[in-house]
């Protein structure tokens, strides 16, 4: 599927309040590494998240050789560390993700998965974007978006997407420490 009709999905799946409010965008650098590019999310045109192939990358690599320096695994020819030294790269990605940094190939999996998700398992989800997309969601019903609390740990775009959500419908938002 191309990207003009994925964005046209995801688009589509957002409440009528936030019409044009929320943007989904991607771009393919043709440069260096041929396909390499970077995805953002803007509200009201101003960008707000941005899911880069080199930002990503760079952050990655210098998470990981942190964890192996600190675990002392950095040197991937020992037998004996290989698993320790494969697992930081795991545990960088996963660190990664809660932050909020992804790849641009992540962003594009992320909004795939979004699209075979109930509202229910898209709240849930541990994916910061699929959380954030999910609080746009018109399957995400007035009352039930009033009776929820943000908690303040909470990544800031889910809770920036809720705060505008609440805003065009009219309903105060709450926050809750955690």
Same mark, same amino acid.
């Given at each position: 599927?191309?990207?003009?009709?994925?964005?046209?999905?995801?688009?589509?799946?957002?409440?009528?309040?936030?019409?044009?409010?929320? /943007? $989904?965008? #991607?771009?393919? +650098?043709?440069? =260096?590494?041929?396909?390499? &590019? @970077?995805?953002?999310?803007? *509200?009201?045109?101003? /960008? $707000?998240? #941005?899911?880069? +192939?080199?930002? =990503?990358?760079?952050?990655? &690599? @210098?998470?990981?050789?942190? *964890?192996?320096?600190?675990?002392?695994?950095?040197?991937?020819?020992?037998? =004996?560390?290989?698993?320790?030294? @494969?697992?930081?790269?795991?545990?960088?990605?996963?660190?990664?993700?809660?932050?909020?940094?992804?790849?641009?190939?992540?962003?594009?999996?992320?909004?795939?998965?979004?699209?075979?998700?109930?509202?229910?398992?898209?709240?849930?989800?541990?994916?910061?974007?699929?959380?954030?997309?999910?609080?746009?969601?018109?399957?995400?019903?007035?009352?039930?978006?009033?009776?929820?609390?943000?908690?303040?740990?909470?990544?800031?775009?889910?809770?920036?997407?809720?705060?505008?959500?609440?805003?065009?419908?009219?309903?105060?938002?709450?926050?809750?420490?955690?």
């Amino acid at each position: 599927m191309r990207w003009s009709k994925l964005k046209q999905l995801i688009e589509g799946r957002m409440a009528d309040a936030l019409a044009g409010r929320i /943007e $989904v965008h #991607s771009t393919r +650098y043709r440069h =260096a590494h041929d396909g390499d &590019g @970077r995805g953002w999310i803007t *509200i009201d045109k101003r /960008e $707000v998240a #941005s899911l880069c +192939y080199w930002r =990503a990358s760079i952050e990655h &690599g @210098r998470l990981a050789r942190g *964890i192996r320096v600190a675990n002392n695994a950095a040197d991937y020819r020992d037998p =004996a560390r290989r698993e320790q030294y @494969r697992a930081a790269d795991r545990y960088a990605r996963t660190i990664l993700h809660q932050q909020g940094i992804f790849t641009q190939d992540e962003f594009y999996g992320a909004l795939w998965n979004y699209l075979s998700l109930s509202i229910d398992d898209a709240l849930q989800s541990e994916n910061v974007l699929i959380r954030a997309l999910a609080m746009a969601d018109r399957r995400l019903g007035k009352r039930r978006l009033s009776a929820m609390q943000m908690a303040e740990t909470e990544h800031s775009l889910v809770r920036m997407v809720f705060a505008l959500r609440c805003e065009v419908e009219g309903i105060e938002s709450r926050a809750v420490a955690r």
